[in-house]
């Protein structure tokens, strides 16, 4: 079925050409995609943390396989890539992804062309484009709040034991009774939570969990996580051979994708099999624990991050929030909460009157005059000058 949202208007931009990297998953590509690369992905409702990491790869265009809106809920993606000035162009179909990684391609506008031949031909997407579907898409929120709420239901049959009583959750050997924890997620504004919250964690030194590539971003900031949580899918091996404590996200029929990869690795872990997403677990584990406070950053917490996400299981997130509402605090947004008013000239100012008060001091007094160098009648001078500028009488002639 093609996209009911295409828009056949001719790209404005100029044709870009380069180098493919091709992946189905968007959160892989990202990781060796180039500036001047063309990114080939397969991903319908493209979501807004995907779009911001490719955005930083800086790529000279997106191609994908799928419509990257495709009518259930008003994603927030394709706007992103766009006002980056980042041509997209969407429902190419799945011979795109037979493109081999480094081969040369141009786009020229909803084309595909490598060697004079057209590969395939989609939509290339406008700003009018994206949001007359963004307008269109709204009227499938109702239907998705039925399914969500449905979700959720099911979660709560299924996890009822986790939840209330908090049966399955492994033994941490990281303490977190009376502390606080800081709960990273690779999300929204992140970098700038992280950056942010610096004065607090100076001060309170929470325990630090990495939720997958969160503890990337931990590391990126500067800082080490205590515990490393997920399926391991977005994680690096530098992350997970840090030292933090690992934890692995399993399914509840035993399967854990991730166990591999860290079993190969050699780190020491642990298995935790539930069926909500990694960031839950994250924050029932310190819950159960004993943690005095829970800081989240860059998690989910409105129902369009929810289905943003483009998993039926983040209706786990919702009564995880409910579980650990007492001691959760969302730090995501306090990057924008305040920001100072004094600017750097301000702060210059007040330096240079500070520094101009000391001086005008030392000159008040005859040590502070043999210190400065200052006497005879030229000193005189140069000190009733500035004596005038704080408004105090002149000082008596020097003998």
């Given at each position: 079925m093609r996209n009911p949202f295409r828009r056949q208007e001719a790209s404005t931009q100029e044709r870009p050409s380069g180098a493919v990297r091709v992946d189905a998953r968007t959160k892989k590509l990202t990781k060796r995609l180039r500036p001047g690369?063309?990114?080939?992905?397969?991903?319908?409702?493209?979501?807004?943390?995907?779009?911001?990491?490719?955005?930083?790869?800086?790529?000279?265009?997106?191609?994908?396989?799928?419509?990257?809106?495709?009518?259930?809920?008003?994603?927030?993606?394709?706007?992103?890539?766009?006002?980056?000035?980042?041509?997209?162009?969407?429902?190419?179909?799945?011979?795109?992804?037979?493109?081999?990684?480094?081969?040369?391609?141009?786009?020229?506008?909803?084309?595909?062309?490598?060697?004079?031949?057209?590969?395939?031909?989609?939509?290339?997407?406008?700003?009018?484009?994206?949001?007359?579907?963004?307008?269109?898409?709204?009227?499938?929120?109702?239907?998705?709040?039925?399914?969500f709420a449905a979700n959720t239901m099911e979660y709560m049959k299924a996890e009822r034991d986790l939840l209330l009583n908090g049966v399955g959750m492994p033994d941490i050997d990281t303490s977190m009774n009376g502390r606080h924890v800081l709960v990273v997620v690779r999300g929204y504004s992140y970098k700038e939570d992280l950056a942010a919250l610096r004065p607090y964690i100076r001060e309170y030194k929470p325990v630090i969990i990495g939720v997958d590539g969160g503890a990337d971003a931990v590391l990126e900031a500067g800082l080490k996580p205590q515990i490393i949580v997920g399926d391991m899918d977005s994680v690096s091996d530098k992350a997970l051979a840090c030292g933090a404590e690992v934890v692995v996200h399993a399914y509840r029929d035993g399967r854990a994708p991730g166990l591999g990869r860290v079993q190969d690795l050699g780190v020491d872990h642990k298995v935790f099999a539930a069926t909500g997403t990694s960031?839950?677990?994250?924050?029932?584990?310190?819950?159960?624990?004993?943690?005095?406070?829970?800081?989240?950053?860059?998690?989910?917490?409105?129902?369009?991050?929810?289905?943003?996400?483009?998993?039926?299981?983040?209706?786990?997130?919702?009564?995880?929030?409910?579980?650990?509402?007492?001691?959760?605090?969302?730090?995501?947004?306090?990057?924008?909460?305040?920001?100072?008013?004094?600017?750097?000239?301000?702060?210059?100012?007040?330096?240079?009157a500070g520094l101009v008060a000391l001086v005008v001091a030392l000159m008040a007094t005859p040590a502070g005059q043999t210190f400065l160098g200052l006497s005879g009648a030229v000193g005189d001078d140069i000190i009733n000058f500035f004596r005038s500028l704080v408004g105090l009488a002149p000082s008596q002639p020097s003998l």
């Open positions: 690369e063309i990114a080939v992905i397969d991903h319908t409702d493209l979501d807004r943390v995907s779009a911001e990491a490719l955005v930083e790869c800086q790529p000279v265009a997106v191609l994908n396989a799928s419509p990257s809106v495709s009518g259930r809920y008003p994603n927030l993606g394709p706007g992103i890539l766009l006002e980056a000035g980042i041509p997209l162009v969407d429902d190419l179909g799945p011979d795109i992804m037979r493109l081999r990684e480094g081969q040369e391609v141009t786009v020229d506008g909803a084309q595909v062309i490598r060697k004079g031949e057209i590969l395939a031909e989609g939509v290339a997407q406008t700003r009018q484009s994206v949001d007359e579907a963004m307008q269109a898409a709204k009227a499938g929120l109702a239907l998705q709040l039925e399914a960031e839950d677990i994250a924050m029932l584990m310190a819950d159960e624990a004993g943690a005095e406070l829970i800081v989240a950053v860059g998690t989910h917490a409105t129902l369009l991050e929810f289905l943003d996400k483009g998993r039926a299981g983040m209706s786990s997130t919702f009564l995880t929030r409910l579980r650990v509402g007492s001691r959760l605090v969302d730090a995501k947004g306090v990057s924008r909460l305040y920001r100072t008013r004094i600017s750097g000239w301000q702060l210059f100012l007040l330096a240079l």
